[in-house]
């Protein structure tokens, strides 16, 4: 069975800094989803950036950036000038095609000012 | 455009009772999925309906069961309920060929059982 783990329940980063959230996954599938996805306290759940497995370049968004290591069955994310609207919980997440998201249990991540 | 919507917000439930909660899509959107997201956890994939029809399911028992009507609407009923029901529960919408691009998530709803 796919599973997704995060081993950083917490962190933090200074305000304007850079930050790594570890997420690592098991699978026998080569090709699959993966997504980083953000939960503000109170607030709805939203994408934050997506890869495609087959895609051996790293997708960006703005100061979002993955490191996808697909032998590895790693997926971090980068944020990069860490702002105070970064925090929050930010789920790894896992998808073979035709095949239910499966979720991590999350990393908190507080912005320090 | 609301986006997706959920109601009711929080709920109170007594063990043995049964529940109905709520989702309309973001507009346009024809698959609705349904996830559990138990205190201090990731969510859990209930099923998804699309059509419909339920389109796929995650591991929960009968008890847990959907609807969704014409207008895309959709409906999540849990019988039976038990302590360990306790959770928020959050509705994703998409277009089904944009499923695995982005789902849009309700701000879903907070059910309590005692």
């Known amino acids: 069975a796919q599973t997704v783990t995060q081993s950083q329940p917490e962190m933090s980063v200074q305000e304007a800094e850079t930050v790594t959230l570890s997420c690592t996954y098991d699978?026998?599938?080569?090709?699959?989803?993966l997504f980083w996805y953000k939960q503000p306290p109170s607030r709805q759940m939203i994408l934050v950036i997506r890869?495609?497995?087959?895609?051996?370049q790293n997708a960006t968004e703005n100061r979002f950036s993955v490191n996808f290591q697909k032998a590895a069955k790693s997926f971090s994310l980068k944020i990069s000038d860490s702002q105070l609207g970064d925090a929050a919980m930010y789920f790894c997440?896992?998808?073979?095609?035709?095949?239910?998201?499966?979720f991590g249990k999350g990393t908190r991540l507080h912005i320090l000012p | 455009d609301a986006g997706v919507t959920q109601s009711p917000t929080h709920l109170i439930k007594t063990r043995g009772q049964q529940v109905t909660l709520r989702c309309s899509p973001k507009?346009?959107?024809?698959?609705v999925s349904w996830y559990q997201q138990a205190l201090g956890q990731g969510p859990q994939f209930i099923f998804q309906?699309?059509?419909?029809?339920?389109?796929q399911r995650g591991n929960f028992p009968d008890r847990f069961s959907g609807h969704q009507f014409p207008n895309y609407s959709s409906e999540l009923n849990v019988n039976a309920l038990w302590l360990g029901d306790s959770a928020l529960y959050l509705c994703?919408?998409?277009?089904?060929?944009?499923?695995?691009?982005?789902?849009?998530f309700g701000p879903g709803t907070r059910l309590t059982v005692l």
């Open positions: 994703a919408s998409s277009l089904v060929e944009n499923y695995y691009n982005e789902q849009f």
């Open positions: 507009s346009g959107h024809d698959t």
């Open positions: 997440a896992y998808a073979s095609r035709d095949d239910k998201i499966i």
């Open positions: 699978t026998s599938e080569s090709d699959y989803y």
């Open positions: 309906y699309y059509e419909e029809e339920e389109r």
């Open positions: 890869q495609e497995a087959y895609k051996q």
